[in-house]
């Protein structure tokens, strides 16, 4: 554990201090021990005197801290005013725990008023409002007493298994999911009746709610969960969810997390303002980070696999989980079934003069798409390994990944 102390000089980093934090760093890496930073403070400390220097660029600190990344755990905690160097240890984490007080920032006040960008409060800079939705924070909480609990239940995630936990009532699972395709439901409920009670942590929550993100255990042990949110965009994948999945996605494979993916989308969010926001690229990197999983997946399509963004969400095929399933809701296709209806028989729809005769045969043929589409027709094709009963779903991702 290391924590920088604002009583003394707000924080800042000076060089003595520096090679204190360094000193522990390397004994971290020596030692392979999940550490914690707290990392409150103002950066570094301008006119020190200590040592004799010019830029102090050659400082290896941010280096030493960065390069454990995929070597131990790494949790930063933020509390109060968190800027510039300590910032960059505080990012350069794994996992970042705020209280809501804190203000996180690549400079603090002073450096801003430098570099010519005017006056600004230290709580204009930052707070966990702005840093929560943009999805530099992971867990928000009220205080450092919440921070440091919340930050124990992180830690255990990566330290084995516990005994196993109380299981919720998985029958709950069969009615969680609408009549009305079209009704949205909330997916988090999935994910908490999956888990053992109480184990559940969710991570960015309030980045991409499109997209869920969680740990969490099953039977004890540890288990990532990344689910489509259709009470947000329907689901679809943004460029914003597909880099919070692909990032969390790399946590759970550098760490030995095996993850559970929970799918409910219409594929990737398609139009000239998706297109603004590089989403090629960066839905492209989720199928990359799938593909690249060195730790077991599996697949549970809940109702809507569409597309490349089902594709994504399995680790680029239905073929690539160590298991894919479905419910019997659930309906697999290359895109969704009235718009690959309208595009594939435009012509003869075209060809309908009355457009309430039009709109009608819409429905007939996506009806009979629906059951081509079906979850047991994709299993009876193999594209899926099995379709089973909701209230099943627990102890099959149980047996599947050994637990």
């Known amino acids: 554990m290391l924590s920088y102390d604002y009583l003394v000089m707000a924080g800042t980093q000076g060089m003595r201090g520096h090679r204190k934090s360094d000193r522990l760093i390397g004994l971290v890496e020596r030692l392979r021990l999940p550490a914690v930073f707290f990392t409150e403070g103002g950066g570094g400390r301008p006119g020190d005197t200590d040592i004799p220097l010019v830029s102090a660029l050659d400082v290896p600190s941010f280096a030493l801290w960065a390069r454990l990344a995929g070597v131990v755990p790494r949790i930063a905690v933020v509390s109060g005013r968190c800027f510039a160097g300590n910032a960059v240890l505080a990012g350069s984490s794994d996992l970042v725990v705020a209280t809501r007080n804190s203000n996180l920032g690549m400079a603090g006040p002073a450096m801003i008023a430098g570099g ?142 095996p993850v559970v993916s929970l799918v409910d989308t219409p594929g990737m969010m398609v139009g000239p303002e998706a297109e603004t926001t590089g989403l090629v690229r960066r839905a492209s990197r989720l199928v990359v980070a799938g593909a690249r999983l060195r730790v077991p997946l599996v697949g549970v399509v809940l109702r809507r696999g569409y597309g490349l963004g089902a594709q994504a969400m399995l680790g680029g095929s239905t073929h690539e989980p160590l298991l894919t399933v479905a419910w019997p809701v659930a309906h697999l296709g290359a895109m969704g079934l009235e718009g690959a209806v309208r595009l594939a028989m435009r012509s003869e729809l075209d060809a309908i003069a009355d457009a309430a005769q039009r709109e009608r045969r819409v429905r007939e043929l996506t009806a009979a798409l629906r059951e081509e589409a079906s979850a047991l027709n994709a299993a009876r094709h193999f594209e899926i390994d099995d379709v089973i009963d909701p209230a099943d779903t627990r102890s099959t991702i149980a047996a599947a990944l050994g637990f």
């Open 116 to 257: 010519g960008l005017g006056d600004h409060a230290p709580e204009e800079i930052g707070p966990v409002s702005v840093q929560t939705r943009n999805g530099v924070v992971d867990v928000e909480v009220a205080d450092e007493a919440e921070a440091v609990a919340v930050t124990r239940t992180l830690l255990g995630y990566f330290q084995g298994a516990l005994p196993p936990g109380e299981a919720p009532d998985q029958a709950a699972l069969r009615t969680v999911v609408p009549e009305r395709e079209r009704q949205a439901f909330d997916v988090r409920v999935v994910v908490d009746t999956l888990a053992d009670v109480g184990t559940v942590t969710h991570l960015r929550a309030a980045f991409a709610p499109e997209m869920v993100t969680a740990l969490g255990r099953i039977e004890g042990r540890s288990v990532g969960f990344v689910a489509n949110q259709s009470m947000r965009m329907a689901g679809a994948i943004t460029a914003e969810a597909a880099d919070k999945a692909a990032d969390f996605l790399e946590l759970c494979s550098t760490h030995g997390i």
